[in-house]
């Protein structure tokens, strides 16, 4: 397995567990909180008219809500606006000391409403901090697929019809990405799961024409890699040559000296990435 020093994603070698760093600056997360019931609205002030009625809600609003996933730490979701037909999914995965918050922010942003978007957690590191402020991190690519088919199933039973599982988009980023395509190659059940994938400073090495043949097969055809190192461009390089061999569809971008990050100049390129992951992906149009 590959190594790579410390830092968002969601693409070179996996970050360290005993290194942490998932650098996007770890902003404090927004308020979470597990399904609830509604707030009681609030009284109208007497002197409201019709001309001070709040305006209606935007269609792409989204929520935020932690599920439960049997024996791992809660995955943090983010739930698009009721519509009629199901809504497709997203996974994503973190680097090593990251967390889940700040990614599922990060592609909430491009999905804008048009998925339930699944931001796994992994395990926690620092658990003598206040669970704001840890990092986690993923232990090993067999953990982190187990977690990540886990999520899945709890999300499948939560969100029931509103959620089309089938053909799901992986995204994942530095330790993500990398442990995230060796849980993809592990077994053909586990691409299965996916159609689309995306890896950011991560998981640009590791592929063969047998793989990518296996991927295709199931029906994981399309694949992006963006790169803000030039040892994760260089990787990318070897392994397009396998892959486009193997029948996949690849999207390559680099941002040159951008770094170990999914922000700055890499960020941009993630965003065109995951247009054109999408962009022949009926439930992605708004309905």
């Not at 986690?136 to 088919?149: A, M, N, S, W």
């Not at 899945?152 to 330790?175: C, H, M, P, V, W």
């Not at 055809?221 to 392994?239: N, P």
Request: proline letters at 10%; a neutral charge.
């Amino acid at each position: 397995m590959r190594k790579a020093s410390p830092l968002i994603v969601v693409l070179v070698a996996a970050c360290s567990p005993a290194a942490p760093a998932d650098h996007v600056g770890r902003p404090t997360p927004a308020p979470i909180s597990s399904p609830a019931l509604p707030a009681p609205a609030a009284s109208p002030s007497p002197s409201a008219g019709p001309s001070a009625s709040a305006p209606p809600p935007s269609s792409t609003a989204t929520t935020r809500e932690r599920l439960a996933v049997p024996n791992f730490p809660d995955s943090y979701v983010v739930v698009p606006p009721p519509r009629s037909s199901p809504y497709p999914l997203v996974v994503v995965t973190h680097g090593a000391g990251g967390r889940p918050e700040p990614h599922c922010d990060h592609y909430d942003e491009m999905v804008a409403g048009r998925a339930f978007i699944l931001c796994t957690a992994g395990r926690p590191i620092g658990k003598h901090l206040p669970e704001e402020e840890r990092g986690y991190f993923y232990d090993g690519h067999h953990e982190l697929g187990r977690e990540v088919i886990a999520a899945i199933e709890a999300a499948k039973a939560q969100y029931g019809s509103r959620l089309d599982a089938t053909g799901a988009i992986f995204a994942g980023y530095s330790q993500g990405a990398s442990m995230g395509l060796l849980f993809l190659h592990e077994k053909k059940e586990n691409a299965a799961l996916f159609s689309r994938a995306i890896f950011v400073e991560g998981g640009s090495a590791d592929w063969n024409v047998a793989l990518s043949e296996r991927m295709r097969a199931v029906g994981l055809t399309r694949v992006a890699i963006v790169c803000g190192q030039k040892s994760c461009k260089d990787s990318a390089d070897q392994s397009k040559v396998w892959m486009k061999r193997g029948g996949l569809e690849l999207r390559l971008d680099y941002a040159p000296g951008a770094g170990h990050t999914y922000g700055g100049a890499v960020a941009p390129l993630v965003e065109a990435a995951f247009a054109w992951l999408i962009e022949e992906d009926p439930r992605f149009v708004r309905k």
